[in-house]
């Protein structure tokens, strides 16, 4: 049996849908009634244990989606129940969705880290999945504002951005032929690397890009209400862009999907 956490989440749906015609698959949320399809539901939250307990109950593969949101003390936490429990159910293999390595410069790279290295350490067979940034997560990163403007500290930088949709393909591949891709690190980042002036480009003649400085962006998200632990979450994100730390592309994606990836510019104007 296949179960897959977070099954509400963005990416958790996307790898849903994709498996809603098996007959040997479950999904985890913490809220059921969030749950896409048709597919059984079993409560999962990894602040909760008791529904840990017997969650994973005859599960032979667990696609653990990253709880990210949070301090890095909080996400470790939930990441280490949810792998404490899936031991004592005795899950066969583990399918995690990391982090690329090129993230390490990331403020939210420490609990990814702190997780491929659990489940190295554990009875259980693993893939990790180190998965690129969002192509979806770039544009709202630097989403044009009503005046046709993308204001955002990128610089001259660039990301190797990925589609989403073709990270919840890859999962799903790495899922139902688990055994073959045991003890295997996959980097999933895109093949295209776009920045500011690229998706001001791709959104028309009339969108400009306009790049600001780090502390003016971490001016703009204090002041947007965003919380605490968030600010430096994107404010790294746009520095580790705009250092050139995540340009680079890679043909792993392409060669677990057995095809050509989406394009990131369009996946981020979608
Ligand atoms: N590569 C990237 O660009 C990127 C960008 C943003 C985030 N991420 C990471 O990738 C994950 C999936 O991305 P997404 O786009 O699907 O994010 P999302 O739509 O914001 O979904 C958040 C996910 O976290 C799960 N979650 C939160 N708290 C949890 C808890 N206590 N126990 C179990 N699950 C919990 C949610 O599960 P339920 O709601 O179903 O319970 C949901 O799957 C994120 O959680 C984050 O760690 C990656």
Avoid at 26 to 33: E, H, I, S, W
């Amino acid at each position: 049996m296949i179960l897959v956490t977070g099954a509400a989440g963005a990416l958790g749906k996307l790898i849903a849908e994709r498996l809603a015609d098996r007959d040997d698959t479950v999904l985890g949320t913490r809220d059921p009634r969030q749950s896409p399809g048709v597919l059984p539901v079993r409560r999962i939250d990894f602040d909760d244990r008791s529904t840990l307990s017997s969650g994973f109950d005859g599960v032979d593969v667990l696609v653990l989606i990253s709880a990210g949101y949070g301090e890095d003390d909080t996400v470790i936490a939930r990441h280490g129940a949810a792998i404490d429990a899936a031991e004592k159910a005795g899950v066969g293999h583990v399918v995690y969705t990391s982090l690329t390595a090129d993230g390490d410069h990331l403020p939210y790279a420490l609990p990814h880290r702190w997780t491929e290295r659990r489940l190295r350490e554990s009875t259980m067979g693993w893939t990790i999945l180190r998965n690129g940034l969002y192509a979806e997560l770039l544009a709202g990163l630097a989403a044009p504002s009503a005046e046709g403007r993308i204001t955002a500290p990128l610089g001259e930088g660039r990301l190797a951005a990925v589609a989403r949709a073709d990270l919840a393909d890859a999962a799903v591949r790495v899922a139902v032929g688990a055994p073959a891709h045991a003890g295997r690190v996959h980097e999933l980042v895109g093949e295209q690397a776009i920045g500011g002036a690229d998706l001001a480009r791709a959104h028309g003649p009339h969108i400009t890009y306009e790049p600001e400085t780090l502390g003016e962006a971490r001016a703009r998200i204090a002041a947007s209400g965003a919380e605490p632990f968030q600010v430096p979450m994107l404010v790294g994100t746009y520095s580790a862009i705009a250092a050139g730390f995540m340009s680079r592309t890679g043909g792993d994606l392409r060669r677990l999907l057995g095809r050509e990836p989406r394009s990131p510019l369009a996946a981020a104007l979608a």
